[in-house]
């Protein structure tokens, strides 16, 4: 069975701080990686993706995540955050017919 | 670009009403889902559907039926509303195996039932 886990509920960083949200997974093979953002009120937006190859992914807004098997993790990182980043953050685990959401990270941005 | 229209944005309805959740993509995906958001509660799956008049039933089924008559179109039907459904639904499509594709979201229909 696949799972994800998103250790931190809620987390809070002032404007122009480095950012990091962390991600586990549990999965048989290898796993399809995704990270969605959801602002208020509205749907979840794709941020990046993993399938095969590089395991440091690029994605959109300025954010990367990187892949490490041995840790069994996905982590979403980005080196300096903006106002605008206050969401809620979806880590996501797919394969074998399914796709699993951990339960979210909602990031507070202080001034 | 991907567009997934959800009907309505907000949607009060009453006990025991039949609600009807309707979900268009225009991407010709074959992969579409239904699932509802609760605080803490993260997204729970309902139904999701791979191909025309195809549907799987999801985590939380009970209580939910769905439609689709056409590839586009997904429809979430509450068959006798209670207060327990009152939730975000989100409809979200995909396209190729399940689970190996990102999937598209709309934003959300906010339902109360009172």
């Known amino acids: 069975a696949q799972s994800v886990t998103q250790p931190d509920i809620h987390i809070t960083v002032s404007e122009g701080a480095s950012l990091e949200l962390r991600c586990n997974y549990s999965y048989g093979a290898t796993p399809y990686l995704f990270w969605y953002v959801q602002s208020p009120g509205q749907g979840l937006q794709l941020l990046l993706k993993y399938f095969s190859g590089d395991t440091l992914v690029q994605g959109i807004k300025g954010f990367e995540a990187e892949f490490k098997r041995s840790q069994s993790s996905f982590n979403l990182r980005k080196p300096s955050v903006h106002w605008s980043d206050a969401a809620e953050y979806f880590c996501a685990v797919g394969g074998a017919g399914k796709s699993t959401f951990g339960d979210g990270t909602t990031l507070t941005v202080k001034p | 670009d991907v567009k997934v229209t959800q009907s309505s944005r907000y949607l009060v309805k009453r006990t025991g009403e039949k609600v009807f959740l309707e979900c268009v993509q225009d991407m010709d995906h074959e992969n579409m889902f239904w699932y509802r958001q609760d605080p803490g509660l993260g997204l729970r799956l309902i139904y999701f559907?791979?191909?025309?008049?195809?549907?799987e039933k999801g985590d939380i089924p009970e209580g939910y039926s769905v439609s689709r008559e056409k590839k586009e179109r997904f429809s979430l039907i509450l068959e006798s509303a209670s207060t327990n459904q009152t939730s975000m639904y989100l409809c979200?499509?995909?396209?190729?195996?399940?689970?190996?594709?990102?999937?598209?979201f709309g934003d959300g229909t906010r339902l109360s039932i009172l």
């Open positions: 559907s791979y191909d025309v008049k195809m549907k």
């Open positions: 979200a499509s995909s396209f190729g195996l399940v689970g190996n594709q990102p999937q598209h």
